[in-house]
């Protein structure tokens, strides 16, 4: 099975700074099957990145993904108060069936 | 606009069962795979089960395999979720999400979920 390992667990930041978050797979895996999810206290997850680097509709330019193999990253350029938020990255995989997480990077103020 | 509400999510005993829905709106439900992920208090995500466009395929997570069942009714727009022999691992909130193949594998739109607690 393959596991998402994302660092830090925990992000401090200010307003205006950039993040960088990562998420690392045990083994190497397709860019297309990772993606990038926000999540805010009480909300749904809501989808920032799809195939590794496509941003989401309606996602700011802000947000960017990268990343092949075993290292992906989110990129947020500079943070609005909005993005203080906890990020997962997800995987996909075929055989066998399944979605994987990783244990999410809070980005706090 | 995309819409998603799941109903359904309530306090049952260890052992016992509960049914999830999750009415679709504004989109064409029938040509989307949907998902059940859930999420434990305080806890990550994790994805529970997938059904496809047809009810042709579906997958379970280990964790709740033999225990839980997803169906679909394409005419009702409408997915389910059958929880059976619940634990107290099993509360979470539980979200339906839709299943995207579009440039990737991803879930582009997230009902808010609805909270499943097992105690006795």
């Known amino acids: 099975e393959i596991v998402l390992t994302q660092s830090p667990g925990i992000l401090s930041l200010s307003p205006g700074e950039r993040a960088t978050l990562s998420c690392r797979a045990s083994?190497?895996?397709?860019?297309?099957?990772l993606a990038w999810y926000q999540q805010n206290p009480g909300q749904a997850p809501r989808l920032l990145i799809h195939?590794?680097?496509n941003r989401a509709t309606g996602i700011p330019d802000r947000f960017s993904g990268s990343g092949s193999g075993t290292h992906f990253t989110l990129t947020i350029s500079r943070l609005e108060p909005e993005d203080f938020a906890v990020y997962y990255c997800q995987l996909y995989r075929s055989s066998p069936y399944g979605w994987t997480f990783g244990q999410g990077t809070k980005v706090e103020i | 606009e995309v819409q998603l509400v799941e109903s359904g999510g309530g306090l049952v005993k260890p052992g016992g069962s509960l049914r999830l829905s999750c009415d679709a709106s504004?989109?064409?439900?029938?040509?989307?795979?949907m998902d059940w992920v859930r999420q434990a208090p305080g806890k990550g995500l994790e994805w529970v089960s997938s059904?496809?466009?047809?009810?042709?395929?579906?997958y379970y997570a280990d964790s709740v395999k033999g225990r839980f069942t997803t169906s679909r009714d394409n005419a009702k727009n409408s997915l389910y979720l059958q929880l059976n022999s619940l634990g107290v691992e099993d509360t979470a909130v539980y979200y339906c999400a839709r299943h995207q193949l579009s440039n990737g594998y991803y879930w582009d739109f997230w009902g808010m979920g609805t909270l499943v607690a097992v105690s006795s």
């Open positions: 504004g989109f064409s439900f029938s040509y989307y795979a």
């Open positions: 083994q190497s895996v397709s860019s297309i099957c």
């Open positions: 195939g590794a680097s």
């Open positions: 059904i496809s466009p047809r009810s042709d395929y579906i």
